[in-house]
């Protein structure tokens, strides 16, 4: 069974904290992309990866970087996490860059 | 940037009814996806649809793209309580680098 597995379910953190979101997947899939979640907003694109070591910005990269290092993980950072990073993460990976995308049950972050 | 857009943002009907949604989108396309979310869990993927095909079935799920309308709609038949979710459209962003999503319809299907 294929699957994308963050490292939290749910995220407490301090203002002004460096957190990491890890993703793994076990597809051998080449594309990976990091979604934060907002009620009213959808899902928005922060940042996605073609390759090891390769990373692209998406429509809302303030505030965060990504790691990739090896194929099967992927990595978000949230530098000096703020309130207003509060959301729901969601990681995905695909075969293609636009195909079928395996999503992670998300990560929950709440940063007070 | 938000390519597509569902609509209606909230639909209720009873278990049995059938459930219509639709998306449109603002430039072309290779493919449209629908993708499937219970509450609090991760997207699962439902369907895809090439731009050069016009409809699709999938078990209770039928999709249809009208690329000269810029649209797709997704209708579940013979909904059940199982069905309650919010589904949400993707497509490309831009020159096939990444998934964009609309911001979903949520769905409540009563017993």
């Known amino acids: 069974d294929v699957k994308v597995t963050q490292s939290s379910r749910y995220l407490v953190k301090r203002t002004g904290e460096k957190v990491f979101l890890e993703c793994v997947q076990d597809?051998?899939?080449?594309?990976m992309f990091w979604y934060r979640q907002d009620p009213g907003l959808g899902l928005r694109l922060i940042y996605f990866?073609?390759?090891?070591?390769?990373?692209e910005k998406g429509d809302i990269p303030e505030g965060y970087s990504v790691s990739r290092e090896k194929k099967e993980r992927f990595s978000l950072i949230l530098e000096s996490a703020s309130t207003n990073q509060t959301s729901m993460y969601l990681c995905?990976?695909?075969?293609?860059?636009?195909?079928?995308?395996?999503f992670g049950q998300g990560t929950r972050l709440t940063v007070v | 940037s938000q390519q597509g857009e569902e609509d209606p943002q909230a639909l209720s009907i009873q278990e049995g009814e059938n459930a219509t949604m639709n998306c449109s989108y603002k430039t072309s396309i290779n493919n449209l996806q629908w993708y499937r979310q219970n509450s609090g869990r991760g997207l699962v993927h439902l369907i895809l649809?090439?731009?050069?095909?016009r409809e699709k079935h999938s078990g209770r799920l039928r999709v249809t793209l009208d690329t000269s309308k810029k649209s797709s709609s997704l209708l579940i038949t013979a909904s059940r309580a199982a069905d309650t979710a919010s589904y949400f459209c993707a497509t490309d962003r831009k020159a096939g680098t990444a998934l964009i999503f609309g911001k979903g319809t949520t769905l409540s299907v009563s017993s």
């Open positions: 597809m051998d899939h080449e594309n």
């Open positions: 649809i090439r731009s050069n095909e």
């Open positions: 995905a990976s695909s075969f293609s860059p636009t195909g079928e995308a395996f």
């Open positions: 990866s073609y390759d090891v070591k390769m990373k």
